[in-house]
């Protein structure tokens, strides 16, 4: 079965400085992997998608993530930091379309 | 949140008591899921459903049930609850292919918080 995991389960970043949220995936096929952004006590948001199209995804709010199929990894960046980034991050893999896979997560803590 | 209404949103209830939460959709998508979220463990698959009285185990089914009578409702029944289901349970639908950002993604319900005491 797919799996994949969030190498870090807490990213500290200062407003305006880079973002770096990493993901490696394990499967079978070929995946489609997401993103998903979690605010405080609200549901879970779509950031971005990649389903075997440019391996290069851009998604909301300025993040992007590049897939790597010989890491196995799925990497969601941001080039400059809000405040409003501050959340947890999830990144998910799907093998089959139905069976999605949810990584632990990450908090993102961003410092004025 | 795309149609989605989860019932009751915050619930407390005591160990031994059965418990349903509701899902309600309102744009007629045959794919509906449960999950629970815990801290360190993201976002599990309960059990899901493919259709009318069609459904599935997902990989932590054990102690729930769930039913779908209708395409917009699907249940998730607690039996007899414990406190390791004390948890965020959210829903999600999935959109067919109809094009666009959000097709074929999970798109999620706000969640039903659930304490066991």
């Known amino acids: 079965a797919q799996s994949v995991t969030q190498l870090d389960s807490h990213v500290s970043v200062s407003e305006g400085t880079p973002v770096l949220l990493r993901c490696n995936y394990s499967?079978?096929?070929?995946?489609?992997l997401f993103w998903y952004v979690q605010h405080p006590n609200k549901g879970l948001q779509l950031l971005l998608k990649y389903t075997s199209a440019a391996t290069l995804v851009k998604g909301i709010n300025g993040f992007e993530a590049e897939f790597k199929k010989s890491e196995t990894s799925f990497h969601l960046t941001k080039p400059s930091a809000h405040m409003s980034d501050a959340a947890e991050y999830f990144c998910?893999?799907?093998?089959?379309?139905?069976?999605?896979?949810f990584g632990a997560g990450t908090r993102l803590t961003v410092k004025p | 949140d795309a149609g989605i209404t989860q019932s009751p949103r915050h619930k407390v209830t005591e160990t031994g008591t059965p418990v349903t939460l509701r899902c309600h959709q309102t744009e007629n998508h045959r794919y509906m899921y449960w999950y629970r979220q815990d801290p360190g463990h993201g976002l599990r698959l309960i059990h899901y459903?493919?259709?009318?009285?069609?459904?599935d185990k997902g990989e932590v089914s054990d102690g729930y049930s769930v039913s779908r009578s209708k395409t917009e409702d699907f249940l998730l029944t607690l039996e007899s609850a414990t406190s390791s289901q004390t948890s965020v349970y959210f829903c999600?639908?999935?959109?067919?292919?109809?094009?666009?950002?959000?097709?074929?993604?999970?798109?999620f319900g706000a969640g039903s918080r659930l304490t066991v005491l």
């Open positions: 998910v893999v799907s093998d089959l379309g139905n069976d999605m896979r």
């Open positions: 459903s493919y259709g009318v009285k069609d459904t």
């Open positions: 499967s079978s096929y070929s995946p489609s």
């Open positions: 999600a639908i999935l959109p067919g292919l109809a094009g666009g950002f959000g097709a074929n993604v999970l798109t």
